[in-house]
């Protein structure tokens, strides 16, 4: 089955940038999507189709995927974006959804 | 505006039976295909199930195939999950989840999960 490896933690000053990794096989060539969830609360997808944002969520998120990796971006941190990020993908060879185990994002 | 209401979880024995049920408002229920997803406590995200709009396909993870059963009632607007021969590793948050259309395959809504524990 696909695999999709995070790192589980990311630490980052307000005010600077965040870069998530997604790593997975060839990941380039599939479409990833990222969700965002907040302590006790449900996900939010945050951005589709690699780079696509969904309406309300801020232009300091942008997406990109190459090669063996894909990356959430998130420009100019602020304390509200802590959270774990996961990052998901549809195996076509198993007919499965994938999703990668998580980064947990601390804003210090 | 999109909602997505999860009930029917519970604390039930090893090899137990539960029924979830997602009612869904605020779109055209038929048109989607929904899905489930599930959290044990402290882990991440894992896929569960998939069915289409019309019924027709219905999709698992390796993890419960031949054990839960996905079922939607459109006339109802509601999505279903049936967990069989329940183990203590099904312990989760069981979130209802809207796929945004056919040959898509992420998840653009969610509700805010029913919790399933699977306890003697």
């Known amino acids: 089955s696909y695999i999709l490896t995070q790192p589980p933690s990311l630490s980052v000053a307000p005010g600077k940038t965040a870069t998530i990794t997604c790593a997975g096989n060839?990941?380039?060539?599939?479409?990833v999507h990222w969700y965002q969830q907040k302590p006790g609360q449900a996900p939010v997808l945050v951005m589709f189709?690699?780079?696509d944002r969904p309406s309300g969520i801020p232009e300091r998120f942008s997406g990109s995927n190459s090669g063996s990796t894909a990356t959430l971006t998130i420009s100019r941190v602020e304390a509200g974006d802590e959270a774990d990020f996961y990052c998901q993908v549809w195996d076509g060879n198993s007919d499965h959804w994938v999703f990668g185990g998580g980064t947990k994002l601390t804003v210090l | 505006e999109v909602h997505l209401l999860e009930s029917g979880g519970g604390s039930v024995q090893p090899g137990g039976s539960l029924r979830l049920s997602c009612a869904a408002s605020g779109f055209t229920f038929n048109f989607y295909p929904m899905s489930w997803v599930r959290q044990a406590p402290g882990k991440g995200l894992e896929w569960v199930s998939t069915i289409t709009g019309s019924d027709e396909s219905t999709y698992y993870a390796d993890s419960v195939k031949g054990r839960f059963a996905i079922s939607r009632d459109n006339s109802k607007n509601t999505l279903y999950l049936q967990l069989n021969s329940l183990r203590a590793e099904d312990t989760a948050i069981y979130y209802c989840?809207?796929?945004?259309?056919?040959?898509?395959?992420?998840?653009?809504?969610w509700g805010q999960g029913a919790l399933v524990t699977v306890s003697s």
């Open positions: 189709y690699d780079s």
């Open positions: 989840a809207k796929v945004p259309g056919a040959e898509k395959y992420y998840f653009d809504y």
């Open positions: 060839n990941i380039g060539t599939k479409s």
